[in-house]
Every structure is written in C-alpha cells, then in structure tokens.
C-alpha cells in the first residue's frame, strides 16, 4: 500500500533546569496517565478505495505503529478483486 502520509520521529523533551525529579512516587495516577496517552498519536490515511481509512496508533518516541485499524489482513482483503462489503463473514444459516 503506498501512502502519501509522512511520519517524523519525535525527540523527547529534557525538563527544564530546577524541576523537580525525584521520580514517579510523588506522581498521582491521573499525571501518570496523561503523560502515557501524550505518548501516543493517532495518524489517519487514505485507504486503497474511495471512502476508505486507515486509523494508526503511533508511539511518539520510537515510531512503531502500536495499533491499526483495520488491520493489515483486511486492508490486504479489501485490494483483492472480489472484496465487497460484508463479504468477510458469511452470517447465513
């Protein structure tokens, strides 16, 4: 799948001179959770057919895709020439 999406690594920031680090235990849970999810960042590309879009979950500091939707097999499914809608799963009795 070729995309015209670009994906830059991110360097992490230092903190600033006098900041307090004296590690994670006088952090509440709720910091530690914002910090984890401004790790991440989601991308949105264009899918092989029109209308389609792929959603990844990318991690900020390596640039590894952690999740995507959908996933890669079915994007490989929805380029084959007999892909339709609902076609993955046949729900007949």
Do not use: C, W
Not at 23 to 28: C, E
Not at 30 to 44: E, G
Not at 71 to 81: A, D, F, H, I
């Amino acid at each position: 799948m070729d995309t015209n999406a670009k994906v830059a690594r991110i360097a992490p920031v230092a903190a600033p001179s006098g900041a307090a680090t004296s590690g994670d235990f006088d952090r509440s849970p709720a910091s530690q959770q914002a910090d984890d999810a401004a790790r991440y960042r989601l991308v949105i590309e264009e899918g092989p057919s029109a209308g389609s879009y792929i959603y990844k979950t990318l991690d900020r500091l390596t640039g590894e895709v952690v999740r995507q939707l959908p996933r890669e097999k079915v994007v490989e499914l929805m380029q084959g020439p007999h892909y339709a809608s609902g076609s993955v799963i046949d729900t007949s009795a």
